[in-house]
């Protein structure tokens, strides 16, 4: 592990600061600190927005309901008003990783958590994910990966919670120093390998992203989720 800075801020302002050079925001760091383990990422900085109150928390809205980035998973799965009217998302957070994690790990990071190939994830791989021209995947292990309508890069999305907020037709709210807030779809909001390698999703290195907003379900509207895996544990 590379030696790095610590910028531990308590305000969406703070944080936004110091979305420079190359600086990488933790929340739970649950995937992030196994990234820098492994030696994928060597930030120079790490923006601890952890303690940030104003990026946490679960509002019912006129419009659907908010949901702060810095919400665990935990605490989305055992909302009642999401489990009693958005019953997927719910499901899908509780389903994720184990429960220690789910106390930590935050839906924001749940959705901007990078891929799970062990070839990306290997510092001993330099893949089309890293800039490189070749997918290991292909002609390796890959059991785990795409299995239709690819051509670069075949290893899927990770996160369960975008499963569930694009069926809802959710949207994340992006802020920036420079720009100020802007709302983006969830189903435009991550890169496809085969249009871009090197992106993961469409936030620009000096974005926060600091809320889910989810519209209001149609009445009557019923919702579960289901998840298939070699077994009723951490995948």
């Keep these: 592990m590379n030696s790095f800075a610590l910028a531990d801020c308590s305000t969406v302002?703070?944080?936004l600061s110091q979305l420079k050079?190359?600086?990488v925001v933790k929340a739970g760091g649950v995937d992030l600190l196994d990234r820098i383990k492994n030696g994928t990422d060597?930030?120079?900085r790490l923006v601890n927005i952890r303690n940030i109150a104003a990026l946490r928390g679960i509002q019912p809205t006129d419009q659907g309901l908010t949901?702060?980035?810095l919400t665990t998973l935990a605490e989305v799965a055992?909302?009642?008003t999401i489990r009693s009217r958005y019953t997927l998302l719910a499901d899908?957070?509780?389903h994720a990783a184990t429960p220690h994690i789910r106390n930590m790990a935050t839906v924001g990071g749940n959705l901007l958590q990078q891929l799970q190939c062990w070839y990306y994830r290997s510092a001993d791989f330099q893949c089309l994910r890293k800039g490189?021209?070749?997918c290991f995947a292909f002609?390796?292990?890959n059991q785990y990966h795409a299995i239709m309508d690819y051509g670069g890069c075949p290893s899927v999305a990770p996160s369960s919670g975008a499963v569930a907020l694009l069926a809802l037709d959710a949207s994340v709210e992006l802020t920036s120093a420079a720009k100020g807030k802007r709302t983006v779809a969830i189903k435009d909001f991550y890169v496809q390998p085969d249009a871009n390698p090197h992106r993961f999703h469409v936030m620009a290195d000096d974005e926060l992203l600091t809320a889910i907003q989810i519209p209001k379900p149609a009445p009557g509207t019923c919702s579960a989720y289901q998840k298939y895996g070699e077994k009723e544990s951490h995948d």
């Design 67 to 69: 949901i702060g980035a």
């Design 42 to 44: 060597a930030p120079a």
């Design 92 to 94: 899908a957070c509780g």
């Design 13 to 15: 302002e703070a944080a």
């Design 78 to 80: 055992d909302d009642a």
């Design 132 to 134: 490189k021209d070749i």
């Design 21 to 23: 050079d190359g600086a």
């Design 139 to 141: 002609s390796g292990l």
